[in-house]
C-alpha cells in the first residue's frame, strides 16, 4: 500500500513532531469529524472547536512563550495544516489565526500589543480574521480605499473589505487602510480593529462552491474609532509588511496542498482496492494503476520541495519568489490530483458525502487566495528578469535628469 512508498519525511521526524502529529489526528477524530457535516450546514464551524484546539495546544505554535505560546518553530505550524488537509477539512480557520495573523503581531506589534493579543490567540479565547481584499481590489492592493485618518487622538476608519476568512466570527481583525494624517495620504497601514467597536459590522458568511464550513464575509467600517495604540508597526509600512508576511501565507496554501494531495490519493487507492468492474477490482485496470503512480510521482516531489521551503522559511530565508513557485506548483499539481482521483471514483466522487467530491469544490479557490496563481508567476517573472527591469529603470531615471 501507500503507506510503505512514502517519503520519510525529515522535517517532521523529530519524537516532537510524531507526538504532535498523533495529538492533532486525535483532535480531528474527536473534535472534526463528528461536527463538520454540520458545520458545513451552518456556514461556519462552532466557538467551541476554538477553545478545544487552543485547550489541546493546536494554536499559534511558533508564538514565543513569554507571550504564552509554546514557542516551536514553523514545522510543528506546518504538521498541523498539512493534518487537517490530509483529514479533508476546510472548516476551522487556524491556519489564518497562527500562521497568517499571529505572525504580525509577533513581528510588527508594540510590546503591549503583543503582551494583550498573543496569550489569547494561543489559547483560542480570540479569533483573527486579517482584512487586505475590497471589493474593488484584490491582486492590486495598492488601489484599496478603505481609509483610517488621523484625528489627533484617535483613527477613524471607512471602508469595506471583502472575502475574509474567519470573519464572522473574528473578535480582532488586523486591516489595511491608506493613512491620512493632516490631509495627505501617507500610504497604506495596517490597524488592529476589535470586533466590539461602534461603527463595524459584518455581512453574512457567504455561500461558496467549496469549504462550506469556513466563514468567510464581508466587513464593514463606518466611522469606526480606534485608539491611536491600534496601530500595527509604523505608519505607511503596511504594504512592505504585508508583502513581507505574504510568503508564509503562500507557503500555508502550499501545505494544505501537498497535504489534500496526499490525503486524496489514499482515500482513491482504498476506493479502487474495495471497488469492482468487470469482475476485478479498478485497482486491476493498468490505467488505474498508471494514474496512481504518476499521482504520487506528483505527490512527493512536490512534498520534497515543499519541505525544503520549510526548512528555508524556519531559517528565515525564503523569498517571495521561492514561496510562490510552491504555491502555484502544489496547488496546480493539488487540482489535477484530485480530479485525477475524481474520476477514479466514477459517480460517487462526483457525491457531496465523498471525500472527494468536496476536495474537488474545496480545493479551486486555493489556485485564487493568496494571491492568484497569476500573481504568483508575476513575482516569479520579476524576479527572474531583475537586472533588466533595474537597468530600464536607471535609463528612464537619467532621461529624466
Ligand atoms: C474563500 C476566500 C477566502 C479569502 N480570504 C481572504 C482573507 O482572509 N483576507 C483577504 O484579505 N482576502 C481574502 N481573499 C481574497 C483573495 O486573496 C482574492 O480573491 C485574490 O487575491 C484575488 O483578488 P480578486 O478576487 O480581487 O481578483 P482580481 O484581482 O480581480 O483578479 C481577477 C483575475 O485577473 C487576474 N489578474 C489580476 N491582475 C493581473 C495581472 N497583473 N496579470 C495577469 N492577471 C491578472 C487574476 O489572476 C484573476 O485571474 C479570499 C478569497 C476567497 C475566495
Known amino acids: 500500500m501507500y503507506s510503505n512508498l512514502k517519503l520519510k519525511r525529515n522535517i517532521y521526524s523529530t519524537e516532537e513532531h510524531e507526538m504532535l502529529q498523533k495529538m492533532c489526528q486525535q483532535f480531528i477524530e474527536k473534535e472534526i469529524t463528528p461536527y463538520h457535516a454540520q458545520w458545513e450546514e451552518d456556514g461556519m464551524v462552532s466557538r467551541d472547536v476554538w477553545y478545544k484546539a487552543g485547550e489541546a495546544g493546536l494554536l499559534c505554535l511558533d508564538v514565543p512563550e513569554e507571550y504564552g505560546g509554546p514557542g516551536l518553530d514553523f514545522s510543528f505550524c506546518a504538521l498541523i495544516t498539512e493534518e487537517i488537509s490530509k483529514a479533508g477539512y476546510t472548516g476551522p480557520g487556524f491556519f489564518l489565526h497562527s500562521d497568517i495573523v499571529a505572525p504580525y503581531i509577533i513581528d510588527f506589534a508594540s510590546e503591549e500589543q503583543k503582551k494583550f493579543w498573543l496569550p489569547k490567540m494561543v489559547s483560542g479565547e480570540v479569533i483573527t480574521a486579517i482584512g487586505m481584499t475590497e471589493p474593488s481590489c484584490g491582486s492590486d492592493l495598492q488601489a484599496l480605499k478603505t481609509t483610517a485618518v488621523d484625528h489627533g487622538d484617535y483613527w477613524e476608519i471607512n471602508g469595506q473589505k471583502t472575502f475574509i476568512t ?15 494624517i493632516e490631509g495627505q495620504d501617507k500610504g497604506i497601514s495596517l490597524f488592529i480593529v476589535e470586533a466590539h467597536r461602534e461603527g463595524f459590522s459584518k455581512g453574512k458568511p457567504f455561500k461558496k462552491v467549496g469549504m462550506k464550513a469556513q466563514d468567510t464575509c464581508e466587513l464593514f467600517f463606518d466611522n469606526v474609532k480606534i485608539p491611536k495604540d491600534n496601530i500595527l508597526g509604523e505608519v505607511g509600512k503596511g504594504f512592505i509588511y504585508m508583502m513581507q508576511k505574504l510568503a508564509r501565507e503562500r507557503m500555508s496554501v502550499a501545505l494544505m496542498s501537498v497535504g489534500g494531495a496526499e490525503g486524496a490519493l489514499e482515500q482513491t487507492i482504498e476506493y479502487v482496492s474495495t471497488r469492482y468492474a468487470f469482475k476485478q477490482p ?18 512527493q516531489v512536490h512534498q520534497t520541495f515543499v519541505d525544503r521551503c520549510v526548512e528555508l522559511l524556519t531559517n528565515k530565508e525564503l523569498t517571495a519568489e521561492t514561496a510562490s513557485m510552491a504555491k502555484s506548483a502544489c496547488t496546480d499539481m493539488h487540482q489535477k490530483v484530485v480530479d485525477e482521483c475524481m474520476q477514479l471514483h466514477g459517480g460517487y466522487g462526483y457525491m457531496w458525502e465523498y471525500y472527494i467530491g468536496r476536495a474537488y469544490a474545496d480545493n479551486r479557490v486555493a489556485r485564487i487566495y493568496a494571491g492568484t496563481n497569476e500573481i504568483m508567476k508575476l513575482i516569479i517573472a520579476r524576479g527572474l528578469l531583475r537586472e533588466l527591469f533595474e537597468a530600464q529603470k536607471q535609463r528612464k531615471m537619467e532621461k529624466t535628469h
Open 282 to 299: 479498478i485497482a486491476g485496470f493498468q490505467n488505474t494503476q498508471f494514474k496512481l503512480a504518476e499521482m504520487a510521482i506528483q505527490v
Open 166 to 180: 474567519n470573519g464572522y466570527m473574528s473578535e480582532m481583525c488586523i486591516i489595511a487602510a491608506r493613512t491620512i
